[in-house]
């Protein structure tokens, strides 16, 4: 049992957090968002995520999880003894990381520590920024109390986070006080997934590394996708029979309208971004970055392509809002780029999401919201699909044709098969679908 801090309580931290407390630890959760502790302290998640609410109240009630937007509270009357850094790293100006939240937590805990901590940098950070993240704690430290930095990046995607953090397939550690990474290894041992010790910058980059490679598989099979679509064969075929080969592999190879998320688009921006600074031009994520900029942008073109340029006087309805299913994400989602250029063009946009409606009302503009999947398709000249959920994978087809406008389909996430929509008597578009 281990005394834990996580600072900063959303999607990593709440996970973290929880599943370390899960795992027989004395967690405290702190985030300066005082809504968002008041209403964990009623029981109220802060985010959407599968299975959370049960672990946080089994842990709430068993008395090893707590939260507060007091850091005096969280490092010294919690004793803590690993502080997790979680806070967000948004991306700044320029495509770089920025860093405000992180320095402001490092002051915070800075200010207030009165005993040896091990801080924990769990959001991704720039290469360096543990060192710089050391200098902040020692500067603004009122005295010298020895503390050390470790990095420790989280992989654990939204909408399965909890069963990726518990069954991690490595955990990496990065650090210049080699029994501080120790320490946190041991933190880790119940995991029993593989830990790799490396050197704080080294840690840093594999973070970044790792979301460029799946976000270059997805910009490149998109590609591919694309090409499919002139030579008349199909990427679903393509990838199945690619992904037969063990060296290849099948995920992160699902074709569509492209990454978006918190993640993906902002961590390899910051990563060329990273590169651009020392005189080198990273070409590769750079097409990375074009490709998927420009796949969001097919779905409209098909659209036209069927319906004509001008979309004036028309109604297009976007099945799926969030930035991919089993999360109510709007960060970076595509859906919010596609209703952009299809309301430019003219058109009309409602949209519909299981989960995302609160977040997508705040920042879609002027989008019309449908209580469910058959109300959007009510009266649409067309709709698109933005976010491949299961309630979209067996709709009744016959009163979806029925209830729009034209029975028009142009599907972003190729959750139909292109036969059977035409049997279903469906104007039907997948992506790469020949
Ligand atoms: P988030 O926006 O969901 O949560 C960040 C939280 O930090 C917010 O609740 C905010 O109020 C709080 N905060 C900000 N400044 C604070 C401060 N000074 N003190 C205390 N709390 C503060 O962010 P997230 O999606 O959990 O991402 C966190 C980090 O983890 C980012 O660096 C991100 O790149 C990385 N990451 C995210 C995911 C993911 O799936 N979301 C996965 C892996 C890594
Ligand atoms: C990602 C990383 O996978 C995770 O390791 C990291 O910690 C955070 O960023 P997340 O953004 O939650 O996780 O979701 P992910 O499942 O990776 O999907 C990211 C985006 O890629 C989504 O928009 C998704 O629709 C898209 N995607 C994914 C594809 O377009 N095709 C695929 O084959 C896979």
């Known amino acids: 049992m281990k005394n834990i801090t996580v600072i900063g309580v959303g999607y990593v931290g709440m996970i973290t957090g929880a599943c370390f407390a899960d795992l027989g630890n004395r967690v405290c959760g702190l985030d300066i968002n005082e809504e968002r502790i008041a209403n964990l302290n009623q029981g109220i998640m802060p985010i959407y995520e599968q299975g959370l609410k049960e672990l946080v109240d089994r842990n709430l009630r068993a008395g090893r999880l707590s939260f507060t937007t007091s850091y005096e509270e969280a490092i010294n009357d919690h004793e803590a003894e690993f ?5 967000g790293t948004p991306e700044g100006v320029d495509g770089e990381a920025d860093l405000q939240y992180v320095r402001a937590a490092a002051e915070s805990v800075a200010a207030v520590m009165d005993h040896p901590l091990i801080v924990i940098n769990k959001s991704t950070v720039p290469v360096g920024t543990g060192d710089w993240v050391a200098e902040i704690v020692r500067k603004a430290q009122p005295g010298t109390i020895p503390f050390s930095v470790v990095s420790c990046p989280e992989f654990l995607r939204e909408g399965t986070a909890i069963s990726d953090f518990m069954n991690q397939d490595r955990t990496v550690l990065g650090s210049r006080d080699a ?24 840690a840093e980059m594999i973070k970044y590394a790792s979301n460029a490679f799946l976000a270059t598989k997805i910009s490149f099979i998109n590609e591919i996708a694309n090409i499919c679509e002139d030579l008349d064969a199909d990427v679903r075929e393509v ?35 990273m590169a651009n600074v020392k005189g080198r031009h990273p070409r590769l994520l750079q097409a990375v970055m074009d490709i998927n900029e420009i796949q969001r942008k ?5 659209t036209q392509e069927i319906l004509g340029d001008d979309l004036s006087g028309r109604t297009i309805g976007l099945l799926g809002l969030a930035f991919k299913p089993s999360t109510d994400d709007m960060r970076d989602a595509p859906s919010i780029d596609i209703c952009r250029m299809l309301q430019e063009a003219g058109a009309s946009v409602k949209g519909y999401d299981p989960v995302a409606m609160e ?6 503009p002027n989008i019309e919201l449908a209580s469910d999947a058959y109300e959007l398709v009510s009266g649409c000249d067309a709709v698109v699909i933005c976010t491949e959920w299961n309630e979209f994978r067996q709709l009744d ?9 034209q029975p028009v389909i142009v599907d972003g996430r190729n ?13 039907y578009r997948g992506i790469g679908r020949g």
């Open 359 to 364: 977040w997508a009302g705040r920042v879609i």
């Open 239 to 273: 990838t199945a029979g690619m992904a037969l080969d063990k060296r290849i592999g099948p995920s992160f190879l699902g074709a569509g309208i492209g990454y978006g998320g918190s993640c993906f688009p902002k961590d390899v921006k910051a990563l060329a971004y």
């Open 415 to 427: 959750i139909y098969e292109p036969s059977d929509m035409k049997k279903a008597g469906f104007t």
């Open 298 to 302: 097919t779905v409209v073109l098909k």
């Open 179 to 202: 029994e501080a990474a120790e320490r946190v290894a041991q933190l880790h041992l119940p995991l029993r997934a593989p830990i790799m010790i490396t050197n704080l910058r080294t």
């Open 83 to 87: 502080v997790f850094i979680c806070v």
């Open 397 to 405: 087809l016959d009163r979806v044709k029925e209830l729009m406008r």
